[in-house]
Structures are given as structure tokens and as C-alpha cells.
């Protein structure tokens, strides 16, 4: 009897901790959504950066490989480059690369643009030979970054910290597309706040949803559900996107489902953790 009694009191004991222990959560979805929507990763975000660059530099035109000959003019061989921006003024020879080479490509690249640098360090415009002499480099990320113009130093300083935004362009989902989309009724939903993206190249994206009472395993179901879709949808399209989707976070937040879709799912959980009100 008195082991019967023990057990007892012990099952008790282990619901009433069970249920001291669930987080009391309360989130403003409005300043979430900002917040969110503007997270900047550690990723370098070039076109951030070119922007940046633009409006300090006059007469930057940006170059193509389909008009320009990379390898009569930098001597690089745009098959070692992954991702690119370059941008030059002709006439006086301000530019900007910012070059993301294959992996193992790096010291070709570069190789080939010390090369080039050195040779502009002998031009016979004076001004154009300073320029190269004290053009700016570095390394970010994975970017090799070459500045040349009059205050290169400078303006290098001011793109350090384009960081690349976590999910791109977003739209809010409403509740009409939460119906049509996730399959979920407003009904069973106390509030939520859900994002997809709007470039068909993306795959990023972040659900917070709130389900009345006694809804949670349906509402989860519906979510894993469009889920399941997703990772079809990109395992034959972007292999790089499926593979975000593939490794999405799901987590329980009080009363909150949460999935993210990012590169970086441990920092968004992390800057919804910060936002509870309780």
C-alpha cells in the first residue's frame, strides 16, 4: 500500500513540475515583425554594399559578363567566380569588385587581380597609377573586396557592416491565404504572424502561430502538412533551398508553433526569445 501511495504521490509531483515548468509566453507579433523582417545575418550582402558605394561614386557602371571580357581586361577567368559585382567609370578608373570565388579558386582570383592592380600601378596617367597604389582590399565573408578611387579607405570602411538580411524579401500572410494556403481556419487560431517569401528563388520564411485551446495538434498537423509540400516543391528545383527547408526549426514557445526556414534558424529563434513580454 504504501508504494502504491508512493508512486502516486509521485506521478503527481511530476505533472504539477510538468506544468510549473511551461514557459509563460507572450509575444507582440507587430514589433516582431520588424524585427524579424530586418535581422541581418553575418553574411556579406554586396548588393547592400554597392548600393553604399553608388552614391558616394559618381559614374559607376555596373559590368556584365556577357559585355565585358573578364579575362582580356582583369585577366580572370569568370568560370572560377561563383558571384560577382563589379562597377567602373572608364574615363577615370574608379571601380569596385566584390568577387566570391569557387572554393577552391580563391588564390587564382586573387592572384590574377594583384596582377592586374600592378600593372595599373604603372599606367601613364599619374592619377590612374595613384588610384591603384592606394586602392583598398580585404576579405569578408567570403568576398575578396578591391576598391580604387580617391578615398578608397574610406569608403571601404563605410560597407564592413552590409551584412546580408536573413530572409530577403518577405509578404505577410493574411487570413484568407491562411485558409487557402496552410489549410488552417481562422477559428482555431488565436493570432498569428506568418511570412513566405516573395522571390520564386527563395525559400525563407517564418511561421508563429497561436492555436486556441484544444487546436494545437491540428493546427501542427495542417503546418507539418505544408511543410511536407515545401520539401517536394524544392527537392527537384534549388537543392540549396530544399535544403533549408529540409533543415527548418520547429519548436513549441508556450503556446506558440514555431518553423523557421533560414540560414540562420538558432539566431531568428533566438531574437523571438528576446521579444517575450511575460
Known sequence: ????????????????????????????????????????????DRFTAANIINEKIEGLKEIYDYEYDFKENFGLNSEDIEFYTIAMNEENMDMYLFLQPLKDKKEDVKNALDNYFSKLEKNENQEIANKAK??????????????????????LNSIKDSKENIFGALMEVNDETLE??????????????????????????????????GKKDEVKEKIDEYMTKLEKQWETYLPEQYELVKNRLEKEYGDYLIYIVSSNNDLVFETIKANNLS
Open 134 to 155: 592606394n586602392k583598398s582590399y580585404t576579405q569578408i565573408g567570403s568576398y575578396l573586396i578591391y576598391i580604387m578611387t580617391d578615398n578608397s579607405a574610406d569608403i
Open 180 to 213: 487557402s494556403q496552410f489549410n488552417i481556419n481562422k477559428s482555431d487560431v488565436k493570432e498569428y504572424l506568418i511570412k513566405v517569401p516573395m522571390m520564386i528563388t527563395s525559400s525563407n520564411s517564418y511561421i508563429i502561430i497561436k492555436p486556441v485551446d
Open 1 to 44: 500500500m504504501k508504494k502504491i501511495v508512493l508512486c502516486l504521490t509521485l506521478i503527481m509531483a511530476a505533472i504539477v513540475l510538468t506544468a510549473c515548468g511551461k514557459e509563460n509566453v507572450s509575444l507582440n507579433l507587430k514589433d516582431l515583425s520588424s524585427k524579424l523582417d530586418n535581422l541581418k545575418g553575418e553574411e556579406f
